[in-house]
């Protein structure tokens, strides 16, 4: 091999290398459904968010905190992982939960095999499951995409409905394990890790001694889901300045967002919106424009053909 492919090769994985070594922070947090209840999990959840999330203005909303800045592509990889190890006697899985909006990505069964939710990226070396992370195929609800979130009040929460859904994910086999009962087990987390930490209102139905009983949302706090980065980016603006939307706004999209949660949930002002949320999602700044790591890819192939057209004259 010459000199100049030699250089060639050297030049190219220089360009490549901050893709390849961008190794993906972890927390990491037990919860053993033998000895603990919700008030636990949420309380360690809670702490490392609260330790971890970068600074942002306002940090917090009268304690409601503002998590990271959120990745560029939803299905892209995450900031920072906030791993899950849930457990009740032999049975253990591992749950990946995005930090920036408390997205859960896959899992991991007791043999230590990866899998995420359809379209996620960046569980190195998982396998995708063949459900999607949309309520309408969670709950089997593809008929009626649009009201689908409304069927989480079905769902059956608590501590023996979390330990059948452990067996499940633990026991997890493609070959074997019916997407039915897969789909529960999942659709379980996502409302008891999820929608809990983003919504206060749902975490109390299984907070305390209710915890060990069947519990679920009612048909209302369960329409709240759609209505998270709404009423985050309202609550964040109007700590910063007093005002509930804003008619005034160029694109008009406060006063809109407004009159949505109003009429979709009966969220009428800041009081009512305190009421009922936990965690705020950070909203996007207005010049993104998205990309992740495709624009970079993107980049990096603008980085290497300048290089090649300088040192070897390519492209003349």
């Not at 961008?22 to 990491?28: K, L, N, S, T, W």
């Not at 008891?192 to 001694?209: H, K, N, P, T, Y």
């Not at 909203?283 to 603008?302: C, D, E, M, Q, W």
């Amino acid at each position: 091999m010459d000199l100049q492919h030699l250089l060639l090769l050297l030049l190219v994985s220089l360009a490549f290398s901050p893709l390849l070594a961008q190794a993906v922070p972890e927390d990491h947090i037990d919860f053993d459904l033998a000895t603990e209840i919700h008030d636990d999990l949420y309380d360690k959840l809670s702490t490392s968010l609260r330790a971890t999330t970068p600074p942002y203005n306002p940090p917090d909303v009268d304690g409601r905190v503002v998590l990271a800045e959120r990745r560029k592509e939803f299905y892209g990889q995450p900031p920072r992982w906030i791993m899950v190890h849930v457990r009740f006697g032999e049975a253990a899985t591992t749950l990946a939960i995005a930090q920036d909006d408390l997205c859960l990505f896959g899992f991991n069964n007791s043999a230590g095999n990866w899998y995420h939710i359809e379209g996620y990226e960046g569980l190195p070396g998982s396998t995708s499951l063949p459900i999607t992370q949309n309520y309408a195929d969670l709950l089997g609800r593809m008929e009626n995409p649009e009201n689908a979130h409304k069927f989480l009040s079905r769902v059956p929460l608590g501590n023996q409905s979390a330990i059948e859904a452990v067996r499940t994910l633990a026991g997890y086999d493609p070959a074997t394990t019916p997407v039915a009962d897969l789909r529960k087990a999942m659709v379980n987390f996502v409302v008891v890790i999820s929608e809990a930490m983003r919504f206060r209102a749902i975490r109390e139905r299984i907070s305390g001694q209710r915890w060990k009983q069947e519990a679920h949302i009612t048909e209302e706090e369960a329409s709240y889901v759609i209505y998270w980065a709404a009423l985050s980016r309202l609550l964040i603006t109007w700590n910063r300045s007093n005002c509930w939307g804003d008619p005034s706004h160029p694109d008009g999209w406060m006063e809109m967002q407004a009159q949505e949660v109003r009429h979709g949930i009966g969220v009428n002002g800041a009081t009512d919106a305190l009421r009922i949320v936990d965690f705020l999602i950070r909203p996007r700044p207005a010049n993104t424009s998205g990309g992740g790591i495709k624009a970079s890819f993107r980049l990096v192939y603008i980085l290497v053909v300048a290089m090649l057209q300088v040192l070897f004259g390519w492209f003349d």
